[in-house]
């Protein structure tokens, strides 16, 4: 719904991401606005090749880096990621907005709180891949 009021051509929803239906999706639209949650396989996937592939291409990437406990990853991704784009990192704001919406006034603290929970065990950052 979203989609159709901002007038967006054509968004694809894929259950999961792998190199060929990536490539695939990149065959019919070269300059694609692309958002990834995968929990992890950002850092299998995104090897310089398949990022190549991409180059044309913004990437929003949700950074799962630590859960694996190992900061390497990160900095190993942005790397192969500097050589064909800009690399801009998102923190999580670490301030709810629970007290800005009205519609939620009359919720008590612990609802409001809920309302904006995600149930991460920790505060995510997102990496947004820009072309050069």
């Known amino acids: 719904m979203n989609a159709l009021s901002n007038e967006l051509m054509n968004v694809t929803i894929?259950?999961?991401?792998?190199?060929?239906?990536?490539?695939?999706?990149?065959?019919?639209?070269?300059?694609?606005?692309?958002l990834y949650d995968i929990e992890g396989f950002?850092?299998?996937?995104?090897?310089y090749e398949v990022?190549?592939?991409?180059?044309?291409?913004?990437?929003?990437i949700e950074l799962h880096d630590t859960f694996e406990k190992n900061l390497f990853l990160r900095q190993s991704l942005f790397e192969r990621a500097s050589k064909l784009f800009e690399v801009n990192i998102i923190n999580q704001p670490p301030d709810l907005p629970i007290n800005k919406?009205?519609?939620?006034?009359?919720?008590?603290d612990d609802e409001r709180l809920l309302a904006f929970s995600e149930g991460r065990p920790h505060l995510m950052d997102w990496v947004i891949l820009s072309p050069k």
Do not use: A, G, Y
Request: glycine share 0%.
């Open 51 to 60: 990022l190549e592939k991409c180059k044309c291409c913004t990437l929003i």
């Open 14 to 34: 894929k259950e999961s991401v792998n190199e060929t239906n990536l490539v695939s999706i990149l065959e019919s639209n070269p300059r694609s606005l692309i």
């Open 101 to 108: 919406f009205d519609i939620i006034r009359d919720f008590s």
């Open 42 to 47: 950002e850092f299998e996937l995104f090897t």
